[in-house]
């Protein structure tokens, strides 16, 4: 069928509905006609009763009960071209007693999370913006506690300045680019345990921690960027994959007042991490994770700082493998922690004596505590977010420190609720939404009373109303293998259940995700709306391995990455196909990056269900990803050759029947070309036909330079013409 006609049948279905404005792909990613209202720069302030906020391109100060304006704390623009500032900003911070401002700006990327900055020292009082290093562009800098120092990273070395005199000291000399990195992390840690910033003030402001990376041994990488040049430039990073050598780390405590570093005695470090530091409350004794590198013994080490040494003070170990969070609070007795842990199948929280046992597990019940805001140790309260009345379904909940009185503080937002809590837990922003409902930015005071509203993007459902969406239904159904499976659908406007309708199913399925909850889905909402709009049925569905449902559902997949979640999508499909309004010969799927390599396995493994199938930079076999990540589900080649071979797409290609899209970009530092080439080239071999787009100079995320609207184009087209 040629494209004229599918446009005509396209532009027939719209203006077959009355008073339903087009959606378009230049709505959605040129104009941006559907971005919600946000609150920019929120942060509490430290008496508990203001926040700041960014307003006109100033930091502002509110009161959070009222919304009034209090003072404008930084004028950028009067300060605009003073000690080489630009007048724009990207972020900032304040100084423990915020009488001081670091104001970052012109950031330039280094890898996906990390960037450099300029950064700049804003004297509330005196009205002043200093530079705080001349010389080029730091990464991450940090106030110290007491507010008088300030730690930073330049050219992979470690250095803090006294703002007292201005001194700056460099304190550590080895780096070098692509061996030794001091106080931020290599690409495999940034990307996998989730930080970027590698060292941490002590308390008393008069030591630094940090993790030293020797990388030297990690194999290297190299991306092939194209600038108009007589020839490529080449772009090479230290990347270790599967099997391969992993970066060297060692954690360090360096002493101000002697100007020296100590080493931290761990034991034997070989191929572990560390993928956590902290200090206790007590500036003598700092914490330290340690993990083994089949990621399933956790060990948390206790340093004296005098000598250096250190004992195991708790540890766990699981059958499968142990996600690490941040949920760690150290209380000010310096007996007692509070912990989350999966340890008995749910993620739980604890609270756990400096001697490694258990004194009160505080939260009980077959659902996951999914996030953890804090202890409020004056009135003995622990705050988190947790999916206790459903997978798909998030509230926020205070308990006792002795596992009593569990409330939930927003019992009559079903939904899900995010929140920030003020440094003194008397109020917290909560941000709501459901699948259906653009957030809304609400004050609640500690009991969960409703104070004010700071942002309810009121007008947004005239925008719905306008372009005629419909609204996304809930569903779920059980496998042939009597699994539950929970999904959205989104059906067209004009609906007819006479009719028999083309299925377009997106997912991305990866361990312990989430893709079927009730909140809103951003950009995406719109991009499955206007495909909803052309007569098509949107499905999402999680299967076996994502999160929310415990331990078992989720780790189920170890070993294995991709096999029941395919056999899942592949259910799912055949469910959809057994409706009476469903073509089932005409059902697609799409996914981006996990969700890639889950939509190529489907078109392959499913070549009898799926009529075509889009995938964005996908891994397409699991060698060529990276350890930390890899290794934590699959163990390494060596180790599980019959999961890598089992679940890779490349070794299916000759399985293809359907239409097949493959999208990459050529400056991915995450999910390599490499991926898409080495797919390519098995299409070839088994002389099987494909579309593909490569994307110059993109990285994982394809943007810049209107490739997102570019990609947008091509997927949308492809979804018309191919199912």
Not at 74 to 82: Q, R, T
Not at 108 to 128: G, Q
Not at 393 to 403: A, P, T, Y
Request: with cysteine.
């Amino acid at each position: 069928m040629s494209k004229f006609l599918y446009l005509s049948i396209f532009c027939f279905c719209i203006s077959s509905i009355s008073a339903q404005k087009p959606i378009t792909i230049d709505d959605i990613y040129a104009k941006f006609e559907f971005r919600t209202k946000s609150v920019p720069g929120f942060n509490f302030m430290k008496d508990g009763r203001h926040y700041s906020a960014r307003r006109d391109g100033d930091i502002k100060k509110f009161d959070i009960t009222t919304g009034s304006l209090v003072e404008t704390i930084f004028d950028a623009k009067e300060h605009k071209d003073k000690a080489g500032f630009s007048g724009d900003y990207s972020g900032y911070t304040f100084s423990e007693d915020e009488s001081l401002m670091l104001i970052e700006s012109e950031d330039e990327s280094i890898y996906r999370h990390s960037s450099k900055v300029n950064c700049h020292i804003y004297d509330r009082k005196a009205n002043v913006l200093a530079q705080v290093y001349p010389h080029g562009k730091i990464v991450n800098p940090l106030f110290s506690p007491d507010g008088e120092k300030i730690a930073f990273v330049f050219n992979n070395n470690l250095y803090y300045k006294n703002l007292k005199n201005n001194n700056i000291t460099q304190i550590t000399t080895d780096s070098s680019v692509n061996k030794i990195i001091n106080g931020m992390s290599d690409w495999v840690y940034e990307e996998e345990f989730g930080f970027t910033r590698a060292f941490y003030w002590s308390p008393d402001s008069k030591k630094i921690a940090f993790i030293r990376f020797d990388e030297s041994q990690v194999p290297q990488f190299t991306m092939q960027l194209y600038n108009d040049g007589m020839y490529p430039t080449d772009q090479t990073f230290k990347y270790p994959k599967v099997g391969e050598k992993n970066a060297e780390v060692s954690a360090l405590i360096y002493d101000i007042m002697q100007g020296k570093s100590a080493k931290a005695d761990l034991g034997d470090m070989t191929d572990m991490y560390i993928p956590r530091v902290k200090w206790t409350t007590d500036a003598n004794q700092l914490c330290v994770f340690k993990m083994n590198r089949h990621q399933n013994h956790l060990q948390l080490y206790l340093v004296d700082v005098k000598n250096a040494k250190s004992s195991v003070f708790y540890e766990e170990k699981n059958r499968y493998y142990i996600d690490i969070t941040d949920d760690l609070t150290f209380l000010k007795d310096g007996k007692s922690f509070v912990w989350s842990s999966e340890k008995e199948g749910y993620n739980q929280l604890y609270l756990m004596g400096m001697d490694g046992k258990q004194k009160v597990k505080l939260t009980v019940g077959d659902y996951d505590v999914t996030q953890f805001y804090g202890v409020d140790e004056k009135n003995k309260k622990v705050y988190f977010q947790a999916a206790e009345k459903s997978p798909m379904e998030k509230h926020v909940f205070s308990i006792d420190l002795d596992g009593k009185n569990l409330t939930n503080l927003t019992p009559s937002l079903s939904g899900t609720n995010n929140a920030q809590f003020s440094s003194t837990f008397d109020y917290f922003s909560n941000s709501y939404s459901t699948i259906n409902t653009a957030p809304t930015y609400v004050v609640f005071d500690r009991s969960g009373k409703k104070i004010r509203t700071i942002e309810d993007n009121v007008n947004y459902g005239k925008i719905q109303e306008s372009y005629g969406v419909s609204p996304v239904e809930f569903f779920s159904f059980t496998t042939s293998e009597n699994v539950k499976l929970n999904g959205w659908m989104i059906k067209p406007r004009d609906f007819n259940p006479t009719r028999k309708y083309p299925v377009f199913m997106t997912q991305y399925s990866g361990p312990g995700s989430q893709s079927v909850t009730d909140s809103w889905k951003g950009t995406g909402y719109w991009w499955n709306q206007m495909i909803a709009q052309a007569g098509y049925i949107v499905v999402c569905v999680d299967g076996r391995g994502t999160g929310g449902r415990g331990e078992e559902f989720e780790k189920m997949t170890y070993l294995q990455l991709g096999h029941y979640e395919t056999i899942d999508q592949i259910e799912a499909a055949k469910y959809m196909g057994n409706q009476s309004f469903v073509d089932k010969e005409r059902i697609g799927i799409f996914g981006w990056s996990y969700g890639g390599y889950m939509s190529s396995l489907c078109i392959l493994k499913g070549n009898d269900v799926f009529k075509a199938a889009i995938a964005v930079a996908p891994v397409t076999n699991w060698k060529w990803y990276d350890s930390v990540y890899t290794e934590r589900y699959m163990r390494t080649t060596a180790e599980n050759a019959k999961g890598y071979a089992d679940n890779s797409p490349v070794y299916f290609a000759d399985r293809l029947k359907g239409n097949y899209l493959l999208v990459h970009g050529m400056a991915d530092d995450n999910v390599h070309f490499q991926h898409a080439v080495e797919m390519a080239n098995a299409l070839i071999k088994a002389n099987k036909q494909f579309d593909t787009y490569y994307y110059p100079n993109r990285n994982h995320g394809i943007y810049g330079d209107n490739a997102t609207i570019h990609l947008y184009t091509k997927m949308t087209n492809f979804i018309f013409e191919k199912i």
